[in-house]
């Protein structure tokens, strides 16, 4: 199973990214996926995760701010991400479980100036 993150990049505090990750390969019985975000000297935190029910959660601190959605078919997760702040400026990335099994995408950085 591989991830392929794309569309972090550079922007202004207040402006929107929209994060979007594929998985490709044998996938069987997705449980959920989702996206942590890592800042330079941090442990890895969640952001936001997708259950395939479509069943939600966020970290507090980006709740009203951003959205996660997926698209089941195409093995696709997205974040859009609005309202941006210096502080979320991190490595951002995906995840996805299957069964007990985590896979992670290797990341795109997203930055915020402020």
């Known amino acids: 199973v591989q991830l392929v993150e794309s569309g972090g990049g550079l922007v202004q505090a207040g402006g929107s990214l929209r994060l979007s990750c594929v998985a490709s390969g044998t996938i069987f019985s997705i449980n959920s996926m989702g996206w942590y975000l890592q800042a330079p000297g941090n442990q890895r935190e969640l952001v936001a995760a997708?259950?395939?029910?479509?069943?939600?959660d966020y970290a507090d601190s980006v709740k009203g701010r951003f959205t996660i959605s997926g698209d089941n078919d195409k093995n696709t997760v997205y974040l859009q991400m609005n309202s941006l702040k210096p502080e979320d400026t991190a490595v951002y990335y995906c995840?996805?479980?299957?069964?007990?099994?985590?896979?992670w995408g290797q990341g795109t950085q997203v930055t915020v100036s402020s």
């Open positions: 995840y996805l479980d299957i069964g007990s099994v985590r896979y």
């Open positions: 997708i259950t395939r029910g479509g069943r939600t």
